[in-house]
């Protein structure tokens, strides 16, 4: 069975020539194409369907980190023999990191929260400038 890969931006291929007869191993670090590998055989093998998966992959033109949704199912002939996979990404990397900053936001805000009550059941002002700053270190 022959493995291909994708024409665009996560292989910086521009035609399909340029990725006939290669593997993701020809495009991207070993532990990314093994993943996406192992994610293939799967379709293959076991003929799950891959929705909406989430997967990192490094630009090979820059190593700028993306983040891609993709989606790879079985493609059956008329028999419904698995004949090949059939698979679409979409780059979601601004959504990700919007996702992050919204996290970090969350946990800075959890620690003033934390710092806020400290400082609240604190006796004394000594004691609470410490405890509270204590509570901000740990985040």
Known sequence: MSWSTR??????ATSAEEIIGKSDHDFHRPELADRYRAD???VINE?????ANIEPVLD???GKRLWYATTKVP??????????????????????????LLENRERLL???????????????????IETALAVLARR
Do not use: F, H, M, Y
Request: a negative charge; glycine letters at 12%.
């Open 40 to 42: 293939e055989e799967r």
């Open 7 to 12: 024409v665009g931006a996560p292989t910086g």
């Open 110 to 128: 959890q620690a003033v929260l934390d710092a806020l009550s400290q400082l609240l059941q604190s006796t004394t002002l000594d004691d609470s």
């Open 75 to 100: 493609w059956r002939n008329a028999d419904g023999e698995i004949i090949g996979i059939a698979g679409i990404g979409r780059d979601i990397t601004e959504r990700k990191q919007v996702e992050e």
């Open 60 to 62: 090979p033109r820059d």
């Open 47 to 51: 003929g799950v369907e891959l929705i």
